[in-house]
């Protein structure tokens, strides 16, 4: 009996050892990872948290059941707000009650500086399906919120220059049509001046040639007078 003992003793002894093992192991891997993940027990209660959730959080496990997280004990806000994140929205909470969840309007509210994260959480079940853990994965967004800040700038100096593209190109069109209309109207002047001139001409023509002609016969006459003076004896 006693060497039985000693062999399960023995035997328990390696299971530890291995499943120290394993544990080390799988934390050297979520420590590894670039974003924050943290296990809450089926009370809210921290279980585990590695070493990116700790930079991010910037605190380690907080001792003490966090069903009702507040931000004075893990400080998640409304992005754009000094409001706490509300409890039962926040995808941890949500978890717990067995709902995966997301959400990428959550910050962290560090003494120095502002972090905008994005956060999945999903339940883990036991074999009668009741939650016995919610997971946590967080990562900070803050390049993508620049680079979303600097796209929602560039579309809206787009939609602004293409605005004002709009009404410069309506000016034109009216300046076009202004010019246009001053041209034709100008073009209908000038025709009715042309057709006025020629009216005048044809007019003054027909009075000038009546005189004309009658002075070109008074010029006959005096001429044959004059031929007839010079022929006389």
């Avoid at 000693?6 to 002894?13: F, H, I, N, S, V």
């Avoid at 100008?186 to 003054?204: D, M, S």
Wanted: aromatic residues 6%; charged residues 25%.
């Amino acid at each position: 009996l006693q060497q039985e003992i000693a062999t399960l003793k023995a035997q328990l002894q390696t299971s530890f050892a291995t499943l120290r093992d394993s544990e080390k192991k799988l934390a050297q891997v979520l420590d590894a990872l670039p974003v924050g993940v943290a296990v809450l027990e089926a009370n809210g209660t921290p279980f585990y948290i590695n070493q990116r959730a700790q930079q991010l959080l910037g605190k380690d496990i907080v001792a003490g059941i966090i069903t009702d997280p507040t931000a004075e004990v893990y400080p998640v806000y409304k992005a754009g707000t000094n409001q706490p994140y509300p409890s039962m929205d926040q995808p941890a909470i949500r978890a717990l009650l067995g709902e995966s969840a997301t959400a990428d309007d959550m910050e962290i509210h560090q003494p120095e500086k502002i972090i905008p994260i994005e956060v999945w959480a999903s339940p883990i079940v036991d074999e009668q399906k009741n939650v016995v853990y919610s997971i946590i994965a967080f990562q900070d967004i803050t390049e993508r919120k620049r680079i979303q800040e600097i796209q929602s700038r560039q579309s809206q100096d787009l939609a602004t220059l293409n605005t004002q593209l709009q009404e410069y190109s309506r000016y034109l069109e009216q300046k076009v049509a202004e010019r246009t209309a001053e041209l034709e109207a100008q073009t209908q002047e000038a025709i009715r001046a042309n057709q006025t001139k020629t009216r005048f001409l044809a007019v003054a023509s027909h009075d000038l040639r009546q005189p004309l002609h009658a002075l070109r016969l008074f010029v006959e006459v005096l001429e044959n007078r004059i031929n007839d003076d010079d022929l006389r004896p």
